[in-house]
């Protein structure tokens, strides 16, 4: 049985007393180490979890608890050591003159000590491949780039639940996949959560798990296979499945045998590789 990191009991919110409830009555879970994906469309919701996941919002019903802390006032300063957050604008996250005292800020913040500091500033700018750029002013950097120092400085404060809302979006195809190959590859060694709220279906295949938004609530959670075998169902609520998935569909429509499983091109070539050999 996989610890529970991040659970959600019956969790509902609105902006305000006169604006319409923005999730209703939401519980679902997030384990220790586990990778999560949020879909849905645009307003669904998926950003306002996020801020409630790390006390940026308390929400007027029920309660939200980060490895078993609930989250309230006076625990979020303890929460937001566990729950980092990297959001879609890089530039809206630089506070330093260069990349090593941007790391070195959210450190500073939580009295981390110097010596401490230092070691963590190294070990986080090499994981995300930016050793090289500590002297340089963020400003200078590509978006890409400024997306892996942000990554860098969240994870120097060690968090156990690493949340990536749109943070790629700005990038171009290859530096998503780049970043997300970093990120995955330090979740599984440094038994980090990972949830990550996107429109980039291929990305969205790589989780573990994947959580549906639709108008502020849980429409289905089960695996990225499960999720995208039902074509018509995401169509219906806004929601389009990756390429592969429409591809293998068309050709099963044409008559040809597709397993329906493949969701990504090397899966859709073993698809077609295995009918080609039994013909
Ligand atoms: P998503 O991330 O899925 O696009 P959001 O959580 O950002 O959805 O938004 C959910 C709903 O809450 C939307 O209808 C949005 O207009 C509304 N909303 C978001 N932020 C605010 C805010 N600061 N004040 C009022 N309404 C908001």
Redesign the pocket.
């Known amino acids: 049985m996989r610890d529970k990191l991040v659970e959600f009991r019956d969790v509902s919110f609105r902006?305000?007393e006169d604006?319409?409830w923005?999730?209703k009555n939401c519980s679902f879970h997030i384990f220790i180490n586990e990778w999560v994906a949020i879909i849905?469309?645009?307003?669904?919701?998926?950003?306002?979890?996020?801020?409630l996941m790390n006390g940026l919002l308390f929400p007027q019903e029920g309660e939200i608890l980060i490895n078993g802390l609930r989250v309230t006032e006076e625990s979020i300063w303890d929460i937001r050591k566990d729950v980092g957050m990297v959001f879609q604008n890089p530039d809206n996250q630089f506070v330093g003159t260069t990349v090593q005292d941007d790391v070195a800020f959210g450190m500073e913040n939580r009295g981390i000590p110097r010596t401490e500091m230092i070691k963590r500033i190294d070990a986080n700018l090499n994981a995300v491949g930016m050793q090289d750029y500590r002297m340089t002013e963020p400003h200078r950097l590509s978006g890409g780039q400024k997306q892996r120092v942000a990554i860098a400085s969240v994870l120097a404060i060690s968090p156990q639940v690493l949340i990536l809302?749109e943070a790629t979006a700005m990038l171009d195809p290859k530096g998503r996949k780049e970043i997300m190959h970093t990120v995955s590859n330090l979740q599984k060694k440094d038994h980090l959560s990972l949830i990550t709220?996107t429109h980039d279906l291929q990305e969205v295949t790589l989780a573990e798990r994947v959580i549906v938004?639709n108008n502020?609530e849980i429409w289905d959670e089960a695996t990225p296979r499960e999720i995208f075998s039902k074509k018509a169902e995401l169509r219906k609520i806004g929601l389009d499945v990756p390429f592969v998935a429409i591809l293998s569909d068309e050709l099963k429509q044409l008559g040809i045998p597709m397993t329906d499983e493949a969701l990504n091109q090397e899966e859709l070539l073993e698809d077609l590789w295995t009918l080609h050999s039994r013909t």
């Open positions: 902006y305000g604006e319409p923005v999730l849905g469309h645009n307003g669904s919701g998926k950003s306002t979890i996020a801020k809302d709220i938004m502020g």
